[in-house]
Nanobody, 127 residues
Framework: QLQLVESGGGLVQPGGSLRLSCATS????????IGWFRQAPGKEREGVSC????????NYVDSVKGRFTISRDNAKNTVYLQMNSLAPEDTAVYYC????????????????????WGQGTRVTVSS
């Protein structure tokens, strides 16, 4: 059974850091691009970052560039999202999702095409 399980969310003060993990099972992570998405209360879900199957390509939404870093460890079947300099506007439920595009060097920021999703982990940035 294919699963993605997010962890690492929590309450953090502005300027703090969190590292989210997306643990996968039931499929070969090597063949999949992984995206991180978030949904804040009352807002639409948005793509935050993605990493290609090869790991060689990454993308970030402008609002997190320079603060967030996505990485993957296929041996551990896990993808990470390191979040630094967190701000209240980063408060949201964060989801990871898996996509198998035609190219191992590509990942998409839009949520269309992502077949498998985790249940989400909540991040709250507040003093």
């Amino acid at each position: 059974q294919l699963q993605l399980v997010e962890s690492g969310g929590g309450l953090v003060q502005p300027g703090g850091s969190l590292r989210l993990s997306c643990a996968t099972s039931g499929f070969t992570l090597d063949y999949y691009a992984i995206g991180w998405f978030r949904q804040a209360p009352g807002k639409e879900r948005e793509g935050v970052s993605c990493i290609s199957a090869s790991g060689g390509s990454t993308n970030y939404v402008d609002s997190v560039k320079g603060r967030f870093t996505i990485s993957r460890d296929n041996a551990k079947n896990t993808v990470y999202l390191q979040m630094n300099s967190l701000a209240p506007e980063d408060t949201a439920v964060y989801y990871c999702a898996a996509d198998r595009p035609n190219s191992s060097s590509y990942c998409r920021m839009g949520d269309r095409g992502y077949e498998y999703w985790g249940q989400g982990t909540r991040v709250t940035v507040s003093s």
